[in-house]
């Protein structure tokens, strides 16, 4: 399940801000995305049809998506890459919907720091990082790619959002 930002206020500017049921209900479905709305109702003491209508609620409001996440390695990705962009003559959020475009590139950040934008990547193996480090560096703008290899992932929690709430 991804949940998408929310304001600090928890709102998403669409007048709607979830409440405390609203987070048990999501935290719930951060554990098992396809848990049964009569089993959330149950734990949480409430009716199956008010969970099925704050889930409605909290999708139409874009607080949640519910979806599948794959495994990389099962996907047969055996390289995580971490790669700092450098730019040059263009502007930061042209470059990186450029390089989002790459089917291997699963996330890019338009950064304060060392470079301009941060982008989170697979590849299969070197052959592929290679490929894919070549075609990340002939995108107009990119004047320095900066990888790092990860040699060990100690998380990777990709339904993560820091809530208070659960």
Known sequence: ???????IDGSKGHGFTPDATDFKIISLLRKDGRMAY???ASELDITEATVR???KR????NTIKVVAVTDIEAAGFDMLLAIGVEL????ASEVGHDLAK????YSVSVVIGSHDIEILALAKNQAHMNQLLTQLAAVKGVRKL???LAVDVLKNQPNWVPFNND
């Open 58 to 61: 909290l999708e139409e409001s």
């Open 1 to 7: 399940m991804v949940v998408k930002k929310l304001t």
């Open 102 to 105: 790459l089917d291997e590139v």
């Open 146 to 148: 900066l990888p790092s």
């Open 88 to 91: 040059e003559g263009r502007a």
């Open 38 to 40: 009569r089993t959330i």
């Open 53 to 55: 209508t704050r889930v």
